[in-house]
């Protein structure tokens, strides 16, 4: 069939044969293969581009030793764009599975890709997009696809323009290509929903990189009634990305009309999303109050828990200022059974306990479940209650010298315990010491933390248009057998990206490789270097097994100990003893001093040894 008169039968035999993995059938198709690579067809020869990347997964070197490359390398100089289309498509996926080809196009190749574009069906366009490397030039010769229908072409045409303005130097002409951008993508969003979604995924790393692309079209990414809930939450967070002082206000009245919403993951983003712009925009933060006490009125449960979490953070921001707002979320204690709103107004009760009128109150209501809340809102009233006792010392002795026993005796959370001990031996010492740490001012929170890192966001542009761009992750982290892609260090690159690509660098990420590449191995961890008395491996002797500085490997040494512990008549009380007699002549006793800080009735342990029907807390 590879050899009969219609092309057709020579292009589907070559297609089959290259879709059966099997020895016999791939040594039998060599020939067939080299023949369908030069035939006078072009419909058989794009066929036969795309079996030689095929035939590459199931053997790579009878590919590079039947000097198949060289001939697709040939087809990149065809006359039909189609199997110049398809011999890049075909050297492209051979580039990014091998780790010693890399295809790297000269400027008269790209130049001659760009020229047949138009000439090319929409995928082929999509193809041969992703290949073209010059930068002004080949920007302004692309920039024509953006008017494309499919949306594949347009969103591969802005990766290659965010790419090259990487090289560009001039800002006028790359603010022009931004504002050339914006529109295409909101054509985008006319879309069926699943486009849109895919579309508002790309756009969230875009204009992180880019805020000028669509920095005055905040409303083109209002929620319609009949979105879907993806595709809302889409949305709010890049109305979020694109609020600033001089737009927030429509901003806003749309989040308080979705807070309303009967989608309860709606609205608890929508909730949250207020918050964030509060502490975003500063002159926002008065009016993002008044809507939040608005919501509170609500009584809906779910979105006061949202309100409490968020007032938390804007207390955060803004230390000193909004502290009139606290009796009303005071006010709604009662509703809050999630674990991080109960954590959020413990934390404010413990904070601003000076400025409470019945603090104490508020915290032993709390307590009473202490030992039943999660682990997050236990460490909150830990904190609490230490905070409380520091301000209000005759107020808040008893309380503090109950959950401390508690954190301390009756909880298994190795966190807690340790944070109880801490708080306890930290009061011991110094009570001073313990308030100047304790009730020491805070940072302010802000939002740089939401935005991605600029090294791991250049190499997730690099994906755009892929599911790396929609998951917002590497490919590499789910895909299998895919090589990373950094943005390659060049003379060519701009100040401003040469920087940032020094900075990854020197922040101690994987240095950019050269396209084609992949990482290198990490170097072995030499575990002599730590001690010199280190156990090392003697790959003469035995299995390979780690032998310490006389000869023995572990399964000895434990004979050898065990010998002597019989002889000499020990058992392992005596050696827990021992050892904690060597840690306490060392370190000293962690529970020493407790009885000179505490000295009273109101708190004693019993579960541990050292201290034993001793008064330790008198206030």
């Not at 030039?137 to 692309?142: K, L, N, Q, T, V």
């Not at 749309?254 to 909730?271: G, M, Q, T």
Request: negative net charge; glycine residues 4%.
């Amino acid at each position: 069939d590879c050899n009969d008169r219609n092309p057709l039968i020579r292009a589907l035999a070559i297609r089959t044969m290259a879709y059966i993995p099997l020895p016999v059938v791939i040594g039998s198709m060599i020939e067939p293969l080299r023949h369908c690579l030069r035939d006078q067809d072009p419909y058989v020869r794009k066929t036969a581009a795309i079996c030689v990347a095929k035939l590459y997964v199931y053997d790579p070197r009878l590919v590079d030793k039947e000097g198949f490359i060289t001939m697709l390398r040939d087809l990149l100089a065809d006359s039909n764009p189609t199997v110049v289309a398809n011999a890049v498509a075909a050297l492209t996926e051979i580039s990014e599975r091998s780790e010693d080809i890399a295809l790297k196009l000269n400027l008269g190749v790209t130049n001659k890709l760009i020229a047949a574009m138009g000439e090319c069906s929409e995928w082929v366009q999509f193809d041969r997009l992703k290949t073209s490397l010059d930068a002004e030039g080949i920007c302004e010769r692309i920039l024509p696809r953006l008017q494309h229908a499919n949306s594949a072409v347009v969103l591969t045409t802005i990766k290659i323009l965010m790419y090259m303005m990487n090289y560009i130097s001039d800002n006028e002409f790359k603010d022009r290509i931004c504002k050339k951008m914006g529109p295409p993508l909101v054509t985008l969003l006319a879309s069926g929903p699943e486009v849109q979604y895919v579309t508002l995924r790309n756009i969230l790393l875009i204009i992180q990189r880019r805020p000028l692309i669509l920095r005055n079209d905040v409303k083109v990414f209002f929620c319609k009634y009949n979105d879907p809930i993806y595709v809302k939450l889409a949305k709010l967070e890049i109305m979020y990305r694109l609020s600033r002082e001089e737009n927030f206000k429509p901003v806003l009245a749309e989040l308080h009309e979705y807070a309303s919403e009967v989608d309860i993951d709606f609205v608890r983003k929508a909730v949250r999303t207020i918050g964030r712009l509060a502490i975003k925009v500063p002159a926002a933060a008065n009016s993002c109050i008044n809507v939040l006490l608005e919501l509170l009125e609500s009584k809906i449960p779910y979105v006061t828990q949202e309100v409490v979490v968020v007032v938390k953070d804007i207390f955060r921001r803004y230390p000193n200022e909004y502290e009139s707002v606290i009796p009303k979320v005071c006010e709604n204690m009662d509703d809050l059974a999630e674990p991080e709103a109960k954590a959020a107004i413990v934390w404010i009760i413990g904070q601003y306990a000076n400025r409470i009128d019945n603090p104490l109150e508020l915290l032993e209501d709390l307590s009473f479940s202490f030992l039943e809340d999660p682990v997050e809102v236990q460490l909150s009233l830990l904190t609490a209650v230490v905070k409380l006792f520091l301000q209000k010392p005759d107020q808040g002795k008893d309380l503090v010298s109950k959950i401390l026993k508690q954190a301390t005796e009756e909880v298994d959370n190795p966190d807690l315990r340790d944070r109880g001990f801490m708080y306890w031996r930290l009061l011991s010492i110094n009570a001073g010491a313990a308030k100047d740490i304790v009730l020491a001012e805070k940072p302010t929170i802000s939002t740089e933390t939401d935005r991605m890192e600029r090294g791991a966001l250049d190499q997730l542009l690099l994906h755009t248009a892929t599911l790396g761009s929609i998951y917002h992750k590497s490919p590499e982290s789910f895909i299998r057998n895919t090589k990373s892609k950094w943005l390659s260090d060049s003379p060519a690159l701009n100040a401003a990206s040469r920087q940032a690509l020094m900075m990854t660098i020197d922040d101690g990420l994987p240095a950019p490789l050269p396209p084609g590449s992949i990482a290198p191995p990490p170097p072995p961890r030499d575990l002599g270097a730590l001690d010199p008395k280190a156990s090392i491996v003697n790959k003469n002797e035995g299995n390979g097994l780690p032998v310490d500085e006389m000869g023995r490997r572990p399964q000895e040494i434990d004979e050898d100990q065990e010998e002597d512990a019989r002889e000499n008549g020990n058992n392992a009380d005596d050696d827990e003893a021992d050892r904690d007699a060597l840690a306490n002549e060392r370190y000293g006793d962690p529970y020493a001093n407790l009885e000179q800080a505490f000295g009273g009735s109101a708190f004693s342990t019993t579960s541990a040894s050292r201290i034993k029907n001793s008064d330790l807390i008198d206030f």
